[in-house]
């Protein structure tokens, strides 16, 4: 599958982050790419190949219900032709904000996220305590004709102290900088399905 992003949605990207620390793209990937994705995703949930998200890293993972509510399986290249599509649209989107930001950034790592009815993610940053690899993170929603009242927001506490939702349409691309930007998944009332991941660059701690 042959996918590219256009130099000026690039720009957005990088001028967003440079001044905000994140950006939201309302049409970042093709509608056909998403459904993809998304058809994808249910396949998986109905297979079972999904499992309870954990917080924490390495040995110290723990399934907390309390502090989170979904469930993941982590993108391999070569699993699908959508899915090496969208590992394409990525790298091409790290190699532009090394390009224009110089962040370092050496790979990137994703996984589906299907969050059930009720089911949500209590305020958080992506970056861990002991490990500073993820530098930006990015999320790409594959959820067609999301309604605000649907609930299921990407909530975001931004630096100026701004409080900013997200709603979790399908094509729609938001990033931001892991260590600089909390935020949390509020319950919805239907199923809630995204594509998680984060740039990451070599790191200043042992791996």
């Known amino acids: 599958m042959t996918t590219d992003i256009s130099d000026s949605l690039l720009s957005r990207i990088i001028d967003d982050l440079a001044e905000f620390g994140w950006s939201l793209q309302t049409q970042f990937a093709p509608q056909s790419l998403t459904r993809q994705l998304a058809e994808e995703c249910r396949q998986r949930i109905s297979q079972g190949t999904l499992a309870p998200a954990g917080t924490g890293r390495g040995n110290a993972v723990a399934v907390r219900e309390g502090t ?5 399986q982590w993108l391999e290249a070569g699993q699908s032709p959508a899915c090496d599509g969208y590992l394409q649209l990525l790298d091409e989107l790290r190699v532009a904000l090394n390009q224009s930001l110089y962040l370092g950034l050496v790979d990137y ?3 589906f996220a299907f969050y059930p009815p009720g089911a ?3 305020k958080h940053l992506d970056r861990f305590l002991d490990e500073d690899r993820r530098a930006v993170s990015a999320v790409l929603y594959l959820n067609e004709d ?4 649907e609930g299921g927001a990407l909530r975001l506490y931004l630096a100026d102290g701004e409080v900013r939702d997200v709603w979790p349409q399908a094509g729609t691309l938001v990033v931001f900088l892991s260590a600089d930007v909390p935020h949390e998944v509020l319950p919805a009332s239907r199923d809630r399905l995204s594509l998680t991941g984060w740039f990451r660059r070599r790191g200043d701690s042992p791996l």
Not at 146 to 149: I, M, T
């Open 146 to 149: 999301w309604l605000p009242e």
């Open 109 to 111: 790592e994703s996984h």
């Open 68 to 72: 989170r509510g979904d469930h993941i």
């Open 120 to 122: 949500f993610y209590l």
